[in-house]
């Protein structure tokens, strides 16, 4: 976070993102060139001549709609926001009318947008995850304290009482939730079409991933990213796969959703990069380390030096019996396909 004031020219672009400047200047550019060709296009009687000025003039219309939607949006979220405190994400849903996911979003992207920033002040705003709420900063610390999150009293055992045993007809068995791992798996297994399947794929070996390195390391779970992957983005995930697999479905709405999958296959892809990116830096830090410890304790002086080349022979056996192992094992499974 910048806890900086911001000169003229910053705050000239904080004004023009918060007010859709640059679409609403090409929206009227696009729109005026369409309004000047018109005239002669439909003087010309020629339903071809149209074609020139509508590619300009229907843009144009649609830049400044949509310029003039998100200003009013953005205004509607301002009047509910406290700019000097903290504002729950579910009361911000609930007088919007929006989804909580859908909140979600939109503050990030004011936020990215630098929103919250006004005039000669060093105001910001970001996300708590954890609290579930949108908190005004100054130097990366609330304005107003966060309360803590309520704690769970733990609820005293009540034993039974014993009960004459009568013989009852064995109860069906309940259906087992299934995790999110095996509900693509299922819809893997349902789906016909294999543009989705892909994505499917996709999807299931980044959290299957994500979930054995979470069991790995349980401290992963504290990551901005892992918990707005199992509190935001998987359940939405997981109900639009359940909308493509509904019959009553539209063809429209699954080529939607069709893209959308995809671009979700991507996004947790790029999540389980990240972790990936976190362990080789942790290894080179241990490396370091660990290099720095011999060099400490003495251990890197001429006596490891000469006893240097017996243990590297030794080191270069192995890993030649581990590479062998693994090509006869790869070979194995091709074997098997």
């Known amino acids: 976070m910048n806890n900086l004031y911001y000169n003229d020219k910053k705050l000239k672009q904080i004004k023009s993102k918060r007010t859709q400047k640059r679409k609403r200047v090409w929206g009227w550019i696009l729109t005026v060139l369409g309004a000047l060709e018109l005239p002669a296009a439909i003087a010309a009687l020629d339903a071809s001549a149209l074609i020139s000025p509508l590619i300009f003039l229907i843009p144009g219309i649609i830049l400044l709609l949509m310029a003039k939607k998100k200003v009013d949006t953005w205004d509607r979220y301002e009047a509910i926001i406290d700019n000097m405190g903290n504002t729950p994400i579910s009361l911000i849903a609930k007088k919007m009318g929006f989804s909580e996911p859908r909140v979600y979003s939109d503050l990030q992207e004011m936020i990215h947008s630098d929103f919250f920033i006004g005039p000669n002040c060093n105001i910001e705003a970001y996300v708590d995850a954890e609290h579930d709420m949108l908190v005004m900063a100054s130097g990366g610390k609330p304005l107003r304290p966060i309360p803590d999150l309520p704690k769970e009293e733990p609820k005293p055992e009540v034993k039974p009482e014993p009960k004459e045993e009568a013989k009852t007809e064995p109860a069906p068995k309940k259906q087992e939730k299934l995790t999110p791992v095996e509900m693509?798996?299922?819809?893997?297994?349902?789906?016909?079409?294999?543009?989705?399947?892909?994505?499917?794929?996709?999807?299931?070996?980044?959290?299957?991933?994500?979930?054995?390195?979470?069991?790995?390391?349980?401290?992963?779970?504290?990551?901005?990213?892992?918990?707005?992957?199992?509190?935001?983005?998987?359940?939405?995930?997981?109900?639009?796969?359940?909308?493509?697999?509904?019959?009553?479905?539209?063809?429209?709405?699954?080529?939607?959703?069709?893209?959308?999958?995809?671009?979700?296959?991507?996004?947790?892809?790029?999540?389980?990069?990240?972790?990936?990116?976190?362990?080789?830096?942790?290894?080179?830090?241990?490396?370091?380390?660990?290099?720095?410890?011999?060099?400490?304790d003495g251990l890197l002086g001429r006596g490891s030096q000469q006893a240097r080349p017996a243990g590297a022979a030794q080191g270069a056996a192995g890993a030649g019996a581990a590479a062998q192992a693994g090509a006869a094992a790869g070979q194995a499974q091709v074997q098997k396909k």
């Not at 794929?201 to 959290?207: A, D, K």
């Not at 080179?284 to 400490?296: G, P, R």
Request: proline residues 4%; hydrophobic residues 35%; negative net charge.
């Open 184 to 296: 693509i798996q299922k819809a893997i297994a349902e789906t016909s079409d294999d543009e989705v399947r892909g994505y499917l794929y996709g999807l299931e070996g980044s959290v299957r991933r994500i979930d054995e390195r979470m069991k790995a390391d349980p401290e992963l779970q504290q990551k901005t990213s892992i918990r707005r992957l199992y509190k935001y983005y998987l359940p939405q995930i997981l109900e639009l796969i359940r909308k493509y697999q509904a019959p009553d479905t539209p063809a429209e709405l699954k080529a939607q959703i069709r893209e959308a999958l995809g671009t979700s296959a991507s996004a947790l892809a790029n999540i389980e990069a990240d972790l990936l990116e976190r362990d080789q830096m942790d290894a080179e830090i241990d490396i370091e380390t660990l290099k720095n410890m011999f060099a400490q």
